[in-house]
């Protein structure tokens, strides 16, 4: 079988149907996004955190290192807050859990952190200025006029479902592909239907349910970091797979030294799921304080207030080499990671098609 030509990479216009994961949160990088996408592959650019000039200046620094196609990634929702802010009595109850860390770490528990503004919309405008040539959104669909003008640009739009559900609504939305993400992948669970924790199918089970239920071409994330798990995901029905923690590992991302090392290190063998860190669930290593907050099951402040309340804990951690107080993302893969290099990572992804 010709896995190498597959509808996807006949519309998007690339080489090989291997796409990196879009990082959010300043992991994202120019040089990985490019090195892949020059590579035969789609590199991917994480922007939900960045402004709309930060993207437009993005944009231009991309387009400088690539012709090829690449994708800019958002988030449609961007907040699980009410009107932005947050009850004092919440983060009080947060507060009283968190205060011992910050105490052992020895720096002052923040204040109640400032409401937020969504983004999302000021954010789309500029996608649809720059005309990436995809758009991969997570954390819900978008409304059929801007659907509408993406195709008018030539933007190829790319939907995450982490449920069958969630993939049938997309399709039925008229998004271009759909990415099947299962739950052995690193980083946020994007669900948008029901709770994170209620949509916990695996990568390959949601492949097939995918393949059987939707006619859209599927992406398979998730538990995948080197040819055989390609091959698997091809044999499955997938028109293409996005690798994520493998490409995170490489030093071509924007993840810490400290951060690529964990992943390569025996840490890497366990993760878990868990709230307490940014307020919606994501997959990282399970270091000590990871275990502690889900044994106390701990309180947190909504998404991205509780990202904003942990970051001076991260800080001080970074800067104190406590790896036990940080939380690396990364997925169930981590442990077959082996490549610090995109390109040999690359090599290694299209040996898939050999």
């Not at 493998?246 to 964990?262: K, Y």
Request: charged share 20%.
């Amino acid at each position: 079988m010709n896995w190498q030509k597959t509808r996807v990479t006949e519309s998007i216009g690339i080489d090989y149907p291997i796409l990196q994961g879009p990082f959010g949160g300043g992991f994202s990088s120019v040089k990985l996004l490019s090195t892949v996408s020059n590579a035969g592959g789609l590199g991917a650019y994480g922007a939900y955190t960045l402004s709309p000039q930060e993207i437009y200046e993005t944009d231009k620094q991309i387009k400088a290192a690539t012709n090829k196609p690449y994708n800019i990634n958002l988030w449609v929702s961007d907040t699980d807050t009410k009107d932005g802010s947050v009850s004092d009595d919440q983060y009080e109850k947060t507060k009283k859990i968190f205060q011992p860390y910050f105490d052992e770490l020895g720096i002052p528990v923040p204040p109640k952190p400032a409401p937020f503004q969504s983004r999302f919309e000021n954010q789309l405008q500029v996608i649809l200025d720059i005309k990436p040539k995809v758009f991969s959104y997570m954390f819900g669909t978008l409304p059929e006029d801007v659907l509408q003008e993406c195709r008018k640009r030539g933007i190829k739009t790319v939907g995450t479902a982490t449920t069958l559900d969630e993939a049938i609504t997309l399709e039925a939305t008229g998004t271009d592909m759909i990415i099947a993400t299962g739950f052995e992948a690193g980083g946020h669970r994007p669900s948008f239907l029901e709770a994170s924790e209620q949509s916990l199918t695996g990568t390959f089970v949601l492949l097939q349910l995918m393949r059987e239920k939707i006619k859209a071409p599927v992406i398979s994330a998730g538990g995948i970091a080197d040819s055989r798990g390609a091959k698997a995901a091809f044999l499955l029905g997938a028109d293409a797979v996005q690798v994520g923690t493998a490409f995170l590992a490489c030093e071509e991302s924007n993840a810490s030294p400290l951060h690529r090392q964990m992943l390569f290190s025996d840490a890497a063998k366990q993760t878990a799921l868990t709230r307490s860190f940014t307020g919606r669930l994501g997959r990282g290593l399970s270091g000590r304080l990871v275990k502690e907050l889900l044994a106390k099951e701990a309180p947190h402040l909504p998404f991205p207030l509780q990202t904003t309340f942990m970051a001076p804990l991260r800080q001080a951690a970074t800067e104190q080499h406590r790896a036990d107080m940080i939380f690396f993302w990364g997925g169930q893969i981590a442990p077959l990671v082996k490549h610090r290099k995109a390109a040999e990572l690359m090599e290694e992804l299209c040996r898939a098609f050999v």
